[in-house]
């Protein structure tokens, strides 16, 4: 059972745009920001997303994410078929002094 | 470019002992927080440990507290993980990860527990 509730699947056509949502609690997306990191089949998670809605140099501006009290969000729009992954989201808890991560996202085109 | 490699992961009884360490090249190892994140054969990530640029504040996941040992030496760009008392449910791909917000990842060492 993950700190931090991710829906197990989500889905889209390409060109579609698709949202991945993260819930947590005052005390972790509540307090502090929050990270989505995206892994591809048989590799290592990659930062996507930090402090919210920050992306990386070299991530795509097709990718974004937002936060909203106790939960945050994942929005990928013009979807591509090489956006077939699982994503995860994280931040600090402050309660267990230690980061936490949602169960992931494994997310299908269609 | 930022590259992290671990090593020393492998079969190991319950109850034995391994120690992970991850090699650092491409930036400047002792400026940057460092972690430690498992992934269990099919199940999602978690985190494991952290510790801070000059090696003064850790913290753990609960369930590795008191077995597990993150520890650095900025000397050697290099990144440890003292595992002891190992469990079967510590049974993972361990990643180590590099700044705050686990900016790179190393491509990870397998470690199996079992008899």
């Known amino acids: 059972q993950s700190v931090l509730t991710q829906p197990p699947s989500a889905s889209g056509t390409p060109g579609q745009r698709v949202t991945i949502s993260c819930s947590g609690s005052s005390s972790n997306i509540g307090s502090n920001t929050v990270n989505w990191y995206q892994q591809l089949p048989g590799t290592a998670p990659k930062l996507l997303i930090y402090?919210?809605?920050q992306r990386p140099s070299g991530v795509p501006d097709r990718f974004s994410g937002s936060k909203s009290g106790t939960s945050a969000s994942l929005a990928i729009s013009g979807l591509q078929s090489e956006d077939e992954a699982d994503y995860y989201c994280a931040t600090w808890d402050d309660s267990l002094n230690g980061w936490v991560f949602g169960g992931g996202t494994k997310l299908t085109v269609l | 470019e930022v590259q992290l490699v671990e090593s020393g992961g492998g079969l190991v009884q319950p109850g034995g002992s391994l120690r992970l360490s991850c090699a650092a090249s491409g930036f400047t190892f002792g400026t940057y927080w460092m972690s430690w994140v498992r992934q269990a054969p099919g199940k999602g990530l978690e985190w494991v440990a952290n510790?801070?640029?000059?090696?003064?504040?850790?913290y753990y996941v609960d369930s590795v507290k008191g077995r597990f040992t993150i520890s650095r030496d900025n000397a050697k760009n290099s990144l440890y993980l003292q595992m002891n008392s190992l469990r079967a449910e510590d049974t993972a791909v361990y990643y180590c990860?590099?700044?705050?917000?686990?900016?790179?990842w190393g491509q990870g060492t397998l470690v199996t527990v079992s008899s």
């Open positions: 402090n919210n809605n």
């Open positions: 990860a590099s700044g705050a917000n686990f900016d790179n």
């Open positions: 510790i801070r640029q000059g090696g003064s504040e850790k």
